[in-house]
């Protein structure tokens, strides 16, 4: 489903955040994406989307090439692919409800885009999408009324208002408690098993990438140091991934 070849980021004040990274990435799976801060993990999703535009190499999501695509053609692209934050970029000051229908706004014409006028059918959907979360009840309450782990969970009901084969969720637990961050992936894990969404997840711990992921990705410094399943991170490859003195948090 997702193909990356040689993807590499500089950014202009020469930061080197990816280098040389090639992978392939099937329809379905669950991968966790982990590193320490600064390994080049928000970097490498952002640029599957080109949030990030890559300094070389080239991505594919099935057949059509993402580097290089037009304008007109990455907007079609995008409403493949869900993305979900860490500080869950909401509108603070929009209801709930407006914050998950603007997951459609990417299929409006432009002049209801820009008015925010939705189609019936569109305003189900959201209602769907926030019962299916468990916040249909706070559908008219601004979203900065609400817990981080009710508006992460605002943020997952509005990426599935695109329908998407891919979701990016750039580390979507790295500011929640650890009974909340359960909550949250195991809404990612439904959308990944029940819906067969791909997922990519940023992660920190490695509890966590063993509890949810298929595969894990390892990023060091930019570059692909481990590319498996959960169980073959042994204590020699943490200290690959992570450094000789890194000291492991498993998260209950």
């Known amino acids: 489903m997702l193909r990356i070849e040689n993807l590499t980021k500089v950014y202009p004040d020469g930061t080197v955040a990816l280098v040389d990274v090639s992978l392939e990435v099937p329809r379905g799976q669950f991968v966790a994406v982990i590193g320490l801060s600064g390994a080049g993990k928000s970097t490498f999703l952002r640029c599957i989307n ?16 993402v580097t290089g ?32 229908l603007s997951g459609r706004l990417g299929y409006l014409p432009t002049l209801p885009s820009l008015l925010y006028r939705f189609r019936p059918e569109d305003i189900a959907d959201a209602k769907a999408n926030l019962e299916r979360v468990g916040l249909l009840e706070k559908a ?11 508006q992460q969970r605002v ?13 990016l969720a750039d580390e979507p637990v790295a500011s929640l408690d650890p009974a909340t961050a359960h909550v949250v992936l195991d ?7 029940q819906d067969g969404m791909t997922i ?3 992660l920190h711990f490695l509890s966590l990438a063993r509890r949810y992921a298929d595969r894990v990705i390892g990023l060091k410094a930019g570059r692909l140091v481990f590319d498996g399943t959960p169980e073959e ?12 003195e890194a000291i492991r948090v498993e998260v209950a």
């Open 50 to 65: 080109r949030l990030v535009e890559p300094t070389s190499g080239r991505i594919w999501l099935g057949d059509v090439e």
């Open 200 to 202: 990519l997840c940023n």
């Open 187 to 193: 809404e990612l894990e439904r959308m990944n098993k």
């Open 69 to 100: 695509a037009e304008p007109a053609e990455l907007r079609l692209i995008r409403r493949r692919v869900g993305m979900i934050f860490q500080q869950f970029n909401l509108v603070k000051r929009c209801s709930v409800m407006t914050n998950v």
């Open 155 to 167: 943020g997952i009901a509005r990426a599935l208002m695109q329908k998407p084969e891919l979701i």
């Open 233 to 244: 991170i042994d204590d020699a490859r943490f200290k690959e991934i992570y450094g000789e």
């Open 140 to 150: 008219r309450q601004r979203a900065d009324t609400l817990s981080g782990g009710q």
